[in-house]
Structure formats: C-alpha cells, structure tokens
C-alpha cells in the first residue's frame, strides 16, 4: 500500500537531505497591513518580526482553505497514493486541522486527518515519523499510528518575552497575558491538548532560560532523544540554549536540529521567542 503523508508549514523543519521521505507541505497564510501571502512562499519571519517591533502594524494569520487541502489529497491519491494521511498543528491553536477535516469527508476513508496537539517540530516530529512509516510501506492504518505514536513521545516548551502576542491572536487567555504584565512575570510554556498552556512563571529572561532547560531534559526522560530548538529573531538565545542541551544530554542526544519560526507561529508569539521541542525514541529504537 502506498500511503502520502501531507503536513502543514507551521512543522518548520530543518532541511532534509535528499533521501528523507517525502511530506508534501500545506501553506497557512499571513496578513501584513492588509497584505495576504503564503508562508514560506511569500513572506518570511523576518518580515513577521519587523511588523510586530513596529506595534502599529496589524499582523494576522489565516488557515489554509477546504479546497486548497482537497486539491492536495486529489493530487496525491491521482498520482498513485492508496491513501493520504494528514498532520497538523493544534486544533485549539488554528482552524487548519478543521479544513483538513472537512476537505477528507470528500475522499471517504482514503484520507486522515490527525491533530498532533501541538506545532512546530511538536508538529514536525509525528509528520517525519508518519512519512518514514509510509516510506516502509505501512498500511494507512500503520502510519496513523507511527505519528500518534510519536506525538506521545513529543513534548513542546517555549519562552516568550511578554504575553501580549499570544493574548491577541486570542491563544491565550486575557487573565494569563495580564499576569504576566503585571507581575513581570517571564513565562515558560507548553503545548497541550488544551492549547498554549503556562508551565511556569520565573522572575528574569535569564532564569526562565535556564528553566528551559532544566524542564527540557526532565521531559527527556531517561532515554535517547532528538532535540528540536526553535527561535524568532532571538539567534543567539537559541544557540545558547542549544550548547546547553548538548551539554546535560551528552550521548542521549540522537539528533539537534535550528530552525527559525516562519510568519504564522511568529505572528502570534513574538519576536525573543526560544522553543525546544523534545522527541523521545521508541522504545527498543
């Protein structure tokens, strides 16, 4: 059986090498002043960032439509695919995995859609996961499960400089953003089935860092693991941050990936954000 794996542009992978199994990416689009364009076609986060360092410019974000993930399963089940499975980000962070939804009912049972709880590389992880299943020629049923498998294995923290971002893109509640204003609270975070949820609240930019890193690896468990470190705007703050893991996870480290944020999740977390994304093997990998 020959399953296609679809993903959308919020997994920010890092460049594959030539023989990685294939994930054919969707494009969520970001609005600039008015201004529509597809993330990682038209618009890049640098631009995303300098919007949002400016204040006054209006940065919003738009899921991908019904018909533009139909076109895709149809493309794919007509090129030879038995089957599609799609994996995206959080159902409560976008309406993305709604119009995959909605655009599967078309093909009945030959296309999935799952919610990997998260975005990301807590996105990107499970869809890699999907694509090696189907690359081994796993039934739909197989690589379905290969990507729940790895979104079990998957933990998403993040740190960002203030709240507000997320409180306007309404990914966080006014209460929370609120808290953290006032109290000058720096935040540490994660992704849920809840959504964007607080993890805890530290009293410096330098301690919430460090915290980053102390939760990182107690999620790590005891086991090997691959490390995703995400950033928008804040280079220098990921790659410290990812010396750091290298150094307490030492040989369990299977794999470390950069990358930045594109425009949609940067939209809404804002420029100083640092992520890291732990992936836990399989047990016996």
Do not use: C, W
């Amino acid at each position: 059986m020959t399953v296609a794996v679809v993903t959308d542009s919020t997994a920010y992978l890092p460049p594959m090498p030539i023989a990685a199994p294939r994930l054919t990416v969707v494009p969520l689009a970001v609005v600039v002043n008015g201004v529509l364009g597809l993330e990682t076609v038209d618009i890049d986060s640098a631009t995303v960032a300098d919007a949002l360092n400016a204040r006054r410019v209006a940065v919003t974000t738009s899921r991908p439509s019904p018909e533009a993930f139909s076109q895709v399963y149809r493309e794919q089940l007509d090129s030879g695919a038995d089957a599609v499975l799609s994996v995206h980000l959080s159902a409560r962070l976008s309406g993305t995995y709604d119009a995959a939804v909605l655009a599967a009912e078309e093909f009945g049972d030959r296309v999935e859609v799952i919610d990997t709880q998260s975005t990301g590389m807590g996105l990107g992880f499970p869809a890699l996961a999907a694509a090696e299943a189907a690359a081994a020629g796993g039934s739909l049923a197989q690589v379905r499960q290969a990507a729940l498998d790895a979104v079990g294995r998957t933990t998403t923290l993040f740190y960002v400089d203030t709240l507000e971002f997320l409180r306007r893109g309404g990914r966080i509640g006014a209460g929370a953003a609120l808290l953290g204003t006032a109290l000058s609270v720096k935040p540490i975070l994660h992704t849920t089935d809840q959504g964007v949820v607080v993890r805890e609240k530290v009293r410096t930019a330098g301690r919430a860092l460090a915290r980053l890193v102390d939760i990182a690896v107690e999620a790590s468990g005891d086991g090997d693991v691959d490390v995703a470190v995400h950033h928008l705007a804040a280079p220098d703050r990921a790659d410290g941050l990812l010396t750091t893991l290298k150094e307490r996870l030492g040989e369990r480290l299977r794999a470390a990936y950069l990358t930045e944020v594109g425009a949609v999740v940067g939209a809404h977390v804002g420029p100083g954000m640092v992520a890291v994304v732990v992936h836990r093997a399989a047990a016996g990998a």
